[in-house]
T-cell receptor, first 116, second 112 residues
Framework: DTEVTQTPKHLVMGMTNKKSLKCEQHMGHRAMYWYKQKAKKPPELMFV???????INESVPSRFSPECPNSSLLNLHLHALQPEDSALYLCASSQGAYRAAGNTIYFGEGSWLTVV | DQQVKQNSPSLSVQEGRISILNCDYT??????FLWYKKYPAEGPTFLISISSIKDKNEDGRFTVFLNKSAKHLSLHIVPSQPGDSAVYFC???????????FGTGTSLTVIP
């Protein structure tokens, strides 16, 4: 089972709203990722959690706040977003972050976010 | 700094023929390579991978070839089917790090 589950699939929010994206995997993976993807562009890395600790933050604005409550769950808290933040937000996981060779990263279906 | 490049943004192939998607990389530390297929508004789906200790890996209609000296890999799909129409991303990683680097994608259209 190579499933990463994301909710909600679609989200429309105003620029003053606070919302959260959720991600869950039960593959025993110890690395979890948030990516942002615009149409016909490659996934753009935002955050990496390794063993439930934030290991990479790719200079993402503070209006995006990740949280890893446990090894299976990953959240992305959204606050005061801008219209240009509208994109597909992808959660992903892989077996082990510090031995990336041989690891395959598996993506969820994504949460399509529209900021109005 | 784009470490993984897909120089063909699009490719059209007749149904039943071979599709060849190319990918180049610059970082000699990369030792694991992956291909993903993506439909609009969906997450990328893992297709096939190859370790740097191999030069070929095959899975059904999909074969990935790796030329380490040229820092080049390719994905062959044969025979191509209309359902293969999607954007294909190659990705690379190094055992010394925990990031995956993606190419810019190639949009494949298989014409019935």
């Amino acid at each position: 089972d190579t499933e990463v589950t994301q909710t909600p699939k679609h989200l429309v929010m105003g620029m003053t709203n606070k919302k959260s994206l959720k991600c869950e995997q039960h593959m025993g993976h110890r690395a979890m990722y948030w990516y942002k993807q615009k149409a016909k562009k490659p996934p753009e890395l935002m955050f990496v959690y390794s063993y439930e600790k934030l290991s990479i933050n790719e200079s993402v604005p503070s209006r995006f706040s990740p949280e890893c409550p446990n090894s299976s769950l990953l959240n992305l808290h959204l606050h005061a977003l801008q219209p240009e933040d509208s994109a597909l937000y992808l959660c992903a996981s892989s077996q082990g972050a510090y031995r990336a060779a041989g690891n395959t990263i598996y993506f969820g279906e994504g949460s399509w976010l529209t900021v109005v | 700094d784009q470490q993984v490049k897909q120089n063909s943004p699009s490719l059209s192939v007749q149904e039943g023929r071979i599709s060849i998607l190319n990918c180049d990389y610059t970082n000699s530390m990369f030792d694991y390579f992956l291909w993903y297929k993506k439909y609009p508004a969906e997450g990328p789906t893992f297709l096939i991978s190859i370790s740097s200790i191999k030069d070929k890996n095959e899975d059904g209609r999909f074969t990935v070839f790796l030329n380490k000296s040229a820092k080049h890999l390719s994905l062959h799909i044969v025979p191509s089917q209309p359902g293969d129409s999607a954007v294909y991303f190659c990705a690379a990683s190094a055992s010394t790090g925990n990031q995956f680097y993606f190419g810019t994608g190639t949009s494949l259209t298989v014409i019935p």
